[in-house]
């Protein structure tokens, strides 16, 4: 167990101690995350690069990887999730309370380039049939992040609406939601690839967007702040991968093609022998 002072240290400073876990043995950093109290383990691995992290769970139990993971914030816990084999994967999220791996899972459905990947689940929707003062009830007890306009969605998860805030605030307290919404403009689709929707117009004036699947299942929202500000570090960390999984396999064509060589040169050369015996 860590004494009081580290345990303080790490509190203020996780991205520090991110770094210095990212630069030491996986097996070393591994054993400081079993020992650090579940919620400042989150803390700590939340910061980390997702590669970093990866290595770290491969090779710490699954029941420990679970706890942390649960702790730590979704996208975080995604994206190193996403580097681990599918056995490796469903082990962790075995031990997962099951609000967490299902959310989990539906965004490893989906690739890491397209909308889906980024979108926030746990949001407010209100019902078409609430009344105003129950609905303002709800968004002040709920607890959960919520932009200026909120998504109505009806008994099947279909996206029926958006109300505004102040539309809300300026009605009777006893009109139907129904009757404050207002008709859906702008809604992206899950499978959108994310950089076809970084310059998208409806930026200008709303903070979130709807995000609904094939079928026209409500799935979410998309931040502003999501595309705007991480996007570059994400698509880096992209094209980074992608670009080390390219090498290698450049390494393995240029191996093999020697190995080719060699096999050819090695034949010619017997073939010769023979003509000259």
């Known amino acids: 167990m860590l004494d009081a002072v580290t345990k303080g240290y790490l509190s203020l400073h996780p991205e520090s101690a991110a770094r210095t876990l990212s630069r030491i043995d996986r097996r070393d950093a591994a054993e400081a995350f079993v020992a650090m109290p579940r919620q400042l383990a989150a803390q700590v691995m939340g910061q980390m690069a997702a590669a970093s992290a990866a290595r770290c769970l491969t090779v710490m139990p699954p029941a420990v990887a679970s706890e942390i993971l649960t702790r730590t914030t979704l996208p975080a816990a995604v994206a190193a999730l996403r580097l681990l084999d599918e056995r490796h994967i469903q082990e962790v999220l075995r031990q997962m309370p099951r609000p967490k791996a299902a959310r989990i899972r539906l965004r490893l459905r989906f690739p890491e380039w397209v909308v889906g990947a980024f979108v926030e689940d746990d949001v407010l929707t209100l019902s078409p049939e609430y009344r105003v003062d129950d609905a303002m009830r709800i968004l002040r007890s709920s607890g959960k992040r919520s932009s200026q306009t909120l998504p109505v969605i009806d008994q099947n998860r279909r996206l029926v609406g958006m109300v505004d805030l102040c539309d809300m605030l300026n009605s009777s307290d006893r009109r139907s939601i129904r009757h404050v919404m207002q008709p859906v403009i702008h809604v992206l689709n899950a499978r ?69 060589a060699l096999f050819i040169g090695r034949g010619r050369a017997e073939e010769k022998g023979t003509q000259d015996n």
């Not at 699947?213 to 992209?238: D, H, P, T, W």
């Open 192 to 260: 959108a690839p994310v950089q076809t929707v970084t310059g998208h117009p409806a930026w200008m004036h709303h903070d979130s967007l709807p995000v609904i699947n094939r079928n026209g299942i409500f799935q979410g929202v998309l931040y502003r702040s999501r595309v705007k500000e991480e996007e570059a570090q994400i698509m880096n960390e992209i094209l980074e991968r992608n670009e080390l999984m390219t090498t290698r396999s450049a390494l393995a064509d240029i191996f093999w093609l020697a190995v080719g």
